[in-house]
């Protein structure tokens, strides 16, 4: 089974607007990683938050992380027609990382 | 500093033939990894590799599949006998040391195969 699983698995929101997409797991982790993905493209690195980390931030970027529930979310603020993406969560361990379906969002002009 | 390396950016094959995949890591990057992506899915870990040792492949299939990394040149993915089920995206990543607590991996812009 994965270990990342996100939700909802596509979003379709106005330039402007935030965006929020939500990631499970099922183990103990190291960390949690972000990263996009542009249609074709090799994928991104977004931000890590460790284990022993509530919330971080990065630009635009907001992730928490609620090791209780094994969750974790991303949010993009002020979203812009280039934030046009798939984002993928991804946990950390046994030297790999472990990535879930991901994220389509789709910023409209 | 370049990024992670990787050619050819597409690959074409037909059914039985072979395909090798190459993957520079970031300078100074001694850790490698090879994912691989199937269409609307996440990636899948295949093998990490590190300088002239595979340390762990358990994600790679049993057989037609095998990774290296040389003392010089760049990681090696190669498929053999191609089927079409292998057509996906096979991406490499890299990072200074093993991605314990804190390394992040950083991606290649990944190999598309397509095999006919």
């Known amino acids: 089974s994965q270990q990342g699983e996100e939700d909802p698995q596509a979003l379709s929101i106005q330039e402007g607007e935030n965006a929020t997409m939500n990631c499970s797991y099922k183990?103990?982790?190291?960390?949690l990683q972000w990263y996009r993905q542009n249609s074709g493209r090799g994928l991104v690195h977004l931000i890590l938050?460790?284990?022993?980390?509530r919330e971080k931030h990065s630009g635009r970027l907001r992730v928490t992380l609620d090791t209780s529930k094994k969750s974790s979310s991303l949010l993009i603020t002020a979203s812009r027609a280039a934030d046009t993406a798939s984002y993928f969560c991804?946990?950390?361990?046994?030297?790999?990382?472990?990535f879930g379906k991901g994220n389509q969002v789709v910023v409209i002009p | 500093n370049a990024g992670v390396m990787q050619n050819p950016r597409h690959l074409v094959r037909r059914r039985g033939q072979e395909a090798r995949l190459r993957c520079s890591p970031m300078?100074?990057?001694?850790?490698v990894y090879w994912y691989r992506q199937l269409p609307e899915e996440g990636l899948k870990f295949m093998v990490y590799?590190?300088?002239?040792?595979?340390?762990?492949e358990s994600g790679m299939p049993k057989e037609r599949f095998s990774a290296e990394f040389p003392k010089e040149g760049p990681s090696i993915l190669r498929i053999q006998q191609v089927v079409r089920g292998d057509s996906a995206a096979y991406f490499c990543?890299?990072?200074?040391?093993?991605?314990?607590?804190?390394?992040?991996?950083?991606f290649g812009p990944g190999t598309r195969l397509t095999v006919l």
């Open positions: 991804a946990t950390s361990g046994n030297n790999r990382l472990a």
């Open positions: 183990t103990s982790i190291n960390n």
């Open positions: 938050i460790r284990s022993n980390e």
């Open positions: 300078k100074g990057h001694s850790h």
């Open positions: 590799l590190q300088k002239e040792n595979i340390i762990d």
């Open positions: 990543a890299s990072s200074p040391r093993a991605s314990g607590y804190t390394d992040t991996q950083y």
